[in-house]
C-alpha cells in the first residue's frame, strides 16, 4: 500500500514539473507574480557570521578545558568500572570536540574569506565547504558500549 502511495506521489510531481528550474519567491500579496528585489551579500555580514563562529570556538575550547578538569583525580589503574567508562567517554568527547573546534576555526577563515572576496564563484565556496565536511567527517557514537566486560 505504502508503495503505491509513493508511486502515485511521484508522478504528481512529475506531472507539476515544467522541466525547468524554478527559484522559489514570495507570493505578491495583491496578486500578480513574485515580489521583486535585490540579492544583497555585504562584507560586514559575512565578517559578522565568521567572528560569531570564531566565538563559538572560543566557547568551545572553554569546555573542552572544564571537561578536563572533571578529570583531574581519576586514577589510571584504579580496577574501577565506572572509571574506565568515564575515562573512554572523556576520551571520545575530547577528540570530538577538538575536531568542532578545529571546524570552527576553518569556516570562521572561510567565512571572513568570502566577505573579503565577493567576486569567488558558488562553486569554489561549495568546494571549500566540502573540504571542511570531509576533513571533519562526524564520527559514530562511542562510549558506553560494554566491549566484553
Given at each position: 500500500?505504502?508503495?503505491?502511495?509513493?508511486?502515485?506521489?511521484?508522478?504528481?510531481?512529475?506531472?507539476?514539473?515544467?522541466?525547468?528550474?524554478?527559484?522559489?519567491?514570495?507570493?505578491?500579496?495583491?496578486g500578480g507574480g513574485g515580489v521583486s528585489?535585490?540579492?544583497?551579500?555585504?562584507?560586514?555580514?559575512?565578517?559578522?557570521?565568521?567572528?560569531?563562529?570564531?566565538?563559538?570556538?572560543?566557547?568551545?575550547?572553554?569546555?573542552?578545558?572544564?571537561?578536563?578538569?572533571?578529570?583531574?583525580?581519576?586514577?589510571?589503574?584504579?580496577?574501577?568500572?565506572?572509571?574506565?567508562?568515564?575515562?573512554?567517554?572523556?576520551?571520545?568527547?575530547?577528540?570530538?570536540?577538538?575536531?568542532?573546534?578545529?571546524?570552527?576555526?576553518?569556516?570562521?577563515?572561510?567565512l571572513d574569506k568570502v566577505g573579503n572576496?565577493?567576486?569567488?564563484?558558488?562553486?569554489?565556496?561549495?568546494?571549500?565547504?566540502?573540504?571542511?565536511?570531509?576533513?571533519?567527517?562526524?564520527?559514530?557514537?562511542?562510549?558506553?558500549?560494554?566491549?566484553?566486560?
Amino acid at each position: 500500500m505504502a508503495w503505491d502511495e509513493w508511486e502515485q506521489l511521484k508522478a504528481a510531481a512529475a506531472d507539476r514539473s515544467t522541466g525547468r528550474m524554478q527559484i522559489d519567491h514570495l507570493a505578491d500579496p495583491v496578486g500578480g507574480g513574485g515580489v521583486s528585489g535585490k540579492l544583497r551579500s555585504d562584507k560586514a555580514a559575512w565578517s559578522k557570521v565568521g567572528g560569531d563562529v570564531g566565538d563559538l570556538r572560543g566557547n568551545i575550547s572553554k569546555a573542552l578545558a572544564k571537561l578536563a578538569d572533571g578529570q583531574k583525580g581519576l586514577g589510571k589503574d584504579s580496577g574501577c568500572l565506572t572509571t574506565a567508562a568515564q575515562r573512554e567517554v572523556h576520551t571520545s568527547w575530547e577528540h570530538y570536540v577538538g575536531n568542532v573546534s578545529g571546524r570552527c576555526e576553518k569556516l570562521s577563515g572561510l567565512l571572513d574569506k568570502v566577505g573579503n572576496d565577493q567576486l569567488r564563484t558558488d562553486e569554489a565556496i561549495s568546494a571549500e565547504i566540502a573540504k571542511l565536511k570531509t576533513e571533519y567527517k562526524d564520527t559514530p557514537a562511542v562510549g558506553g558500549q560494554s566491549k566484553g566486560r
